[in-house]
């Protein structure tokens, strides 16, 4: 049950809370735990709070060790 | 969607696998526990022990928090429902999760208990305003990702004045799980257990960071990798824990850097920190009392506090003394080592902790692993 998953934020609601897109499915979750966002910005979601931003810089760099990781054999062979 | 379809790319999680055959040395066996029930999930559901190679084992831990939370709690749970003033609000998770002789929320509700399944603790709240003649009860439970919602619950029903609200506090520690996992073999007369690392959790890293975890490799030597949820992002987590092991390194190392910093959320810890406090002790189903595993009330908030309210009395009550749990949350054991597995024990009639929620490490066996099993024997009786 510790399964929480990212959104999008699509408005900033007054008293710390948003309105987020989760699969499709628009939810008003709760901010109070995140601070400031911005319309864009990815949470996790979890139990109707923010529980963290994703770090869109840091994604981009998973993905590209994940790219990394998956070829490392490859190179070695070569 | 953004941030989960690019981390369950079926190509690339071949191609890591790849690299940890490549990597893993022949002559090792590697013993690796995932703490988090979310992570057991998505190994058994995305089928990424199939992808390892055969000396590289996952353990399944004890992060699921339905299936550690003790009978006693859940009979407690359900008496409290049946007093007729309360009306108990819950997450849906906890709805099914069998009390003493299958006794249910579920079932109580069916007898006319009144008892809500909410979303969210402001859920909850909104109940409590709208309903002045009920007393709207919380039962609260969960690790550290769940402890800040609940918390915000009870400041929100503070500063609004609530007097019909209060929450039934079973939150528990991930830490002090994990203390419990590595120092049972001395405590407990259990068998030693060849932990070589630990998945670390992704959404309760998010709230209390890496830094933790870095007691467990000055104190044990161990390794912590915090991984992310989806299925790339636990592979990429096992290679660096192999590599570690292989380089002769222990660390906690960030696989999931894109959402956890080693600081962690330092409002939520805040907020957790101001409403509660350590428990001296708390029982955990499958692996017994833990000290210091678990928050309450601190007693600035005990208007709040169910136990108090209500004047609750613990109830004490046990599994099925034949239930593996504790050995298998250990890694001692494995679900198929049980007797009562898939006989008299199944996610329909759970006797035990593992087989409760879909996270756990039985429920999980019998729904994916049984069927690896069965065909990995007739590999074998193939291959013969
Ligand atoms: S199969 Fe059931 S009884 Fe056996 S260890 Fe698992 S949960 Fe316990």
Redesign the pocket.
Known sequence: MCLAIPAQVREILPDGMARVGLDGVVKEISTALVGDLAVGDYVIVHVGFALSKIDAVEAERTLALLAEAAGAPAEAMA | MKHVDEYRDGKLARAIAATIAAEADPTRDYAFMEFCGGHTHAISRYGLEDLLPANVRMIHGPGCPVCVLPIGRVDEAIELAKNPDVTLATYADLMRVPGSRGASLIKAKAAGADIRMVYSTLDAIRIAEERPDRQVVFFAIGFETTTPPSAMAVKLAEARGLTNFSIFCNHVLTPSAIRAILEAPKTGGLPPVRIQGFLGPSHVSAIIGTKPYDTFVAEFAQRIVVSGFEPLDVMQSILMLLRQVNEGRTAVENQYIRAVTPEGNRAAQALVDEVFELRDSFEWR?LGAIPHSALRLRERYATFDAERRFAMTPIVAS??P????GT?LIGAKQ?AD?????T??TPET???????SSE???AAHWTYGRFRDRARASAGRAAS
């Open positions: 499958g599994d099925n034949a239930c593996e749990c298998i679900p049980c007797r009562l597995f898939g008299v024990c759970p006797m035990g902790s593992c087989m409760v756990g490490a039985c």
